[in-house]
């Protein structure tokens, strides 16, 4: 064996050698920034003597195969940061109450820190499974994914390029065989990684394949597990727990509107009571990350039969700053959930379903340019109808509505209601909307069939699904889908997705207030509360854009809806409402300058789009404006003054792809009663933009030559209407 001198050899350039602070907003100073261009940083995979190196010039993971497995470094490449202080076990499992162990090791002097010369001395943990070998490969697709290219301006690849290694685990000897039965006691093991290109980010998860001749149980495991350097001192506990450079998110996702690690039921960042020699007394240092499930999965898994667990992905900061860390939280979603960033036109059309009332919803769409058509709750559609009559009635109006080039599809409600049985419904005494449905009960198994089995035989386009699995645990014995409620939650939540993954897979785009993006959901509420669309409309206006504007750090806009009661809604009475439109036209307009400004898209909620050719007039220019600039409207938030009332307030989209087009679009609004001139820097660094470049301020303008600062921000001097807004368009020099 070659005397192990350090993790290998590798040359590293530092993409990002330093970041600096103007005005808030970091600036690389390489100009080698992935998320200008992500082309360079292309993902590999390979081998040395005693490691598998996974690294793409961002992100780096070695794990360590000699003398034991487990992962010894977690790097980012841009700032030399390392995240592990100590090894740990690379998955952990109890199977029919007996505990395994995947990997690790043991030997380490001290946990606070983890030096290259130690590595070869450990040995591997006792009793742990033991590392067979590896294959690798390009990434495969984890779900199908029937794509809506008119809907997006993006092109989008699925599935992600890069690599992934399959790492096998068998039981060591004498403890996988059954010396009376000649079969294996203990099942095989595969721990899964991939790595993407162009992106700073890494993903885990384990199948474990029952080759044992016998049933087993999987009562819980730990899919993830590092020991991490610690962020902040004793002192500092509450920033510790936000103070990571490593986000990690996982597509066990309910019970959370948003892409937040935090809310997550599979991502545990903790303490680890072992490690005697660190900083806090009491040992509550925030340390750890564990990934694993809030309880169960406790799923019986039959012979020959493979279990697949949640994934993890882990994305590494190469700065503190807000905004930028904001981005690279934008940039992962777009390359793990490629449909988030499809973004229709949404018509929510709210009286009566009759065929006359939807062909006339089409119509409306069609005359307008908006792209979708959802029969609303409140309209009378039933999506649980099995009636074959109801059935083809709706699919005739698909049929009619695809030709038309409109998508049609409806809304269901799944939570926040009873349904089934009396025993279809013993449910956690504190559930998510105090009463809802098991999914696993023989009534859930039903309703999600019936939902897929419409929507397929329709043709619909679009799904709505109000209240989709929260996370409620059930205790019921007699659901044949579950056995109790150790097992519910996993059940649960793997039907809901299994329904988004067929709606994914045929087409059907998803709107769903929960956190199903990486399972095929495209798009949840934005943050709003509901009742506000109650207020009187003109002070809906500045609170929907502190929504856009909130809502829009780490997700991308195309990842949420906000609301129009064109109709009203929860109450107002016409103080509330937008109808009739044509007498309230210039509000009507404000909320398309609101919300096509920053690519979010809206329920507009009612039962036209419009009313008179002067509001006909208004919509299809609202709509010519976002469909003449999607790439860009569609693009990154950032983000300038947030709407106070007091004055101005805006952001700049922005998008660095293309050559020579256009890079960017600054909104910005006047919420006084008179005109205001103000002084106004735009930061167009993640446009792409520096040196010389051309701008247009207002919506007819000609393009004019400026010249941006060293930190590629230009200042102007404009003037925005009273209550109205002004455009800035940034493109390349010509």
């Not at 450990?122 to 067979?132: E, F, N, Q, R, S």
């Not at 018509?347 to 006339?360: D, M, Q, S, W, Y």
Request: with cysteine; net charge neutral; charged share 25%.
């Amino acid at each position: 064996m070659k005397k192990r001198t350090g993790f290998s050899l590798i040359v590293v350039t530092f993409v990002v050698s330093c970041l600096t602070n103007v005005d808030g907003l970091a600036e690389p100073v390489s100009a080698n920034d992935w998320l200008l261009d992500p082309a360079p940083y292309k993902a590999s995979v390979r081998q040395t003597d005693h490691d598998w190196i996974l690294e793409n010039g961002l992100v780096q993971r070695v794990v360590t195969i000699n003398p034991g497995s487990a992962t010894t470094s977690l790097r980012c490449l841009a700032t030399g940061e390392e995240f592990v202080r100590a090894v740990s076990p690379e998955a952990r499992l109890k199977i029919g109450g007996e505990e395994i162990v995947v990997g690790g090791m043991t030997g380490q002097p001290i946990q606070n820190y983890l030096l290259p010369e130690w590595i070869g001395k450990m040995k591997p943990a006792d009793g742990a499974y033991i590392y067979l070998g590896a294959e690798t490969g390009p990434i495969e697709a984890r779900l199908e994914w029937k794509r809506h290219p008119e809907w997006t301006a993006r092109k989008l690849e699925w599935p992600p390029k890069g690599r992934h290694i399959a790492m096998r685990y068998a039981p060591p000897s004498g403890r996988g065989n059954g010396a009376a039965t000649n079969t294996k006691r203990l099942p095989s093991l595969t721990v899964h990684y991939e790595i993407y290109d162009g992106i700073p980010v890494v993903s885990k998860w384990f199948t474990l394949t029952n080759d044992t001749g016998r049933a087993i149980r999987l009562d819980t495991f730990t899919a993830e597990e590092l020991s991490l350097a610690e962020p902040a001192g004793q002192f500092d506990c509450e920033w510790q727990q936000t103070a990571f450079n490593l986000h990690a998110e996982s597509n066990f996702g309910y019970d959370r509107m948003g892409w937040r690690g935090e809310d997550n039921h599979a991502i545990h960042f903790g303490t680890d009571k072992t490690y005697k020699t660190q900083e806090s007394y009491t040992y509550n240092g925030i340390n750890t990350l564990r990934c694993y499930p809030d309880m169960g999965p406790a799923v019986t898994i039959k012979p020959d039969e493979t279990f697949e667990s949640f994934r993890v992905w882990e994305l590494v900061f190469d700065t503190t700053e807000r905004e930028r860390r904001g981005l690279s939280l934008r940039r992962m979603q777009r390359i793990i959930a490629p449909w988030t960033s499809e973004n229709p036109l949404m018509f929510h059309n709210k009286i009566r379903a009759t065929p006359e009332n939807v062909r006339n919803a089409i119509e409306q769409c069609k005359a307008t340019g908006f792209e979708v058509v959802i029969m609303s709750f409140g309209s009378g559609f039933n999506l649980e109808s099995k009636d074959p009559n109801y059935r083809a009635q709706y699919k005739a109006l698909a049929d009619e509505a695809r030709a038309a080039g409109i998508a049609l599809g409806g809304y269901s409600l799944t939570s926040s209601r009873n349904a089934g049985t009396l025993t279809d419904n013993v449910q956690n005494p504190h559930p998510r909307f105090r009463r809802g449905p098991c999914l696993a009960s023989r009534w859930g198994h039903d309703y999600l069939a019936t939902l897929a089995s419409f929507m397929e035989e329709a043709g619909f386009g679009i799904f709505e699904n109000d209240g989709p699995y929260p996370g409620d645990w059930c205790s019921a014995t007699n659901h044949p889908y579950h056995s109790g409620k150790e097992d519910s939650i996993w059940t649960q939540w793997r039907a809901q997705s299994d329904l988004y993954r067929f709606c994914r897979a045929h087409g059907v785009y998803v709107n769903q207030p929960d956190g199903y993006f990486l399972e095929g959901g495209s798009k949840t509420a934005g943050g709003y509360r509901e009742t506000n669309w109650s207020l009187p409309r003109d002070l809906q206006v500045l609170i929907e854009r502190q929504n856009v504007y909130d809502n829009s750090w780490s997700w991308n806009t195309s990842m949420h809806w906000m609301f129009v009661p064109l109709a009203q809604y929860h109450g107002g009475g016409d103080a509330a409402t937008v109808e009739p439109l044509s007498k309230n036209l210039a509000h009507y307009s404000s909320r398309f300058a609101n919300l096509l400004g920053a690519g979010v898209q809206a329920c507009w909620r009612g039962p036209r789009l419009y009313d008179t050719p002067e509001t006909l007039a208004m919509v299809k220019k609202w709509v010519k404006f976002y469909k003449d600039n999607r790439r860009v409207l569609d693009g990154d938030m950032i983000h300038l003054r947030r709407a106070d009332g007091r004055d101005w307030d805006g952001w700049i989209m922005v998008d660095p792809t293309p050559g020579d087009g256009l890079r960017a679009i600054a909104s910005l609004f006047n919420p006084l009663n008179q005109p205001i001139k103000r002084g106004i820097t735009l930061p167009l660094y993640y446009a792409g933009l520096s040196g010389e470049a051309e701008i247009a301020v207002g919506d007819e303008a000609e393009f004019k030559t400026v010249s941006l600062d060293p930190a590629c921000k230009i200042s102007l001097d404009v003037e925005i209407p009273a209550n109205g807004h002004l455009h800035i368009f940034c493109r390349k020099r010509q």
